[in-house]
Structures are given as structure tokens and as C-alpha cells.
């Protein structure tokens, strides 16, 4: 590394590739905050009733929409996101927004190069996991009789 002469900074030989211009759409921000959000400990899902219903149906034939319930508005230097989730019951829901909010600016920040503004959490919903059943071979054929 050399330091150049007038300012005295380091310079690393990266130069940019020439000119051009590159967008990021609304919607890769949209599934990079989406991953990220997915990631935080407490959260069961994104999205509202009727996007999760979609959602179940595309991952029952192995695709996912990263993006389902995230909604990001990019502008030339920044950008906004707005999160719908459902948190896990037990986990304090202050705390998963603010885990999720963290790991969105994170993210975006890092991979996608913009300033986030706001990330915007509204949690509609609270899973409740369904009792343990039985386990057990005769509990398992019942089952699958019905």
C-alpha cells in the first residue's frame, strides 16, 4: 500500500471498474433484509395470514419467497424497510423486534452498501407450538388413517 502525497491517506490500488451505473431493485433489498430478519432467534415467520398461506404453499413445492412480508423503499443513497412479522411465544417481543431491526441494518449495510434509515417491525401475530402428541406407534397409524 502507498499513501498518497497530498492527503496522506493509504490507497489500495482498488479503482473503480469505469464508469457505469448500478441499481439495486426494492426487491433484492426487500430479500436481503428478509434473510436477515428470518435469522433472528423468536421470529416464526414473515408476513401477514394471506402472504404465510402463500408462503406454506411454495415451500411445500420447494421454492420461498425470501422477500414475503418485507417491503423496502430504495433511494440513491439510503433506504427504508418495513418488516410484518410473527414472533414465537415466550420470547419477548420488544426484544425480537429490536434483534430483527439490528440484524437488518446490519445486513443491508454490508451486503447491499446503502444507509438504512428505519427498519419499520410490526408484529401481527404470536406462534403458539401445538402440544406434544404421544409418541408411539399406535398414535402415528391413527394418524394416518384419518
Known sequence: MDRDEITGELVTG???AGPGRTVISDSAVAKV???????VPGVYSLGSGPSRALGAIRDA??????AAGVRAEVGETQVAVDIIL???YGYPLHD??????AAVYSAVEKLVGLQVI???IEINDVYIAPPAKPGGKAGTEREALQ
Do not use: F, L, M, T
Open 61 to 66: 413445492v420447494g421454492s420461498s419467497d425470501h
Open 96 to 101: 425480537v423486534a429490536n434483534q430483527v431491526r
Open 118 to 120: 428505519e427498519v419499520n
Open 33 to 39: 433484509a428478509g434473510i436477515a430478519a428470518k435469522a
Open 14 to 16: 482498488e479503482q473503480p
Open 86 to 88: 410473527v414472533a414465537v
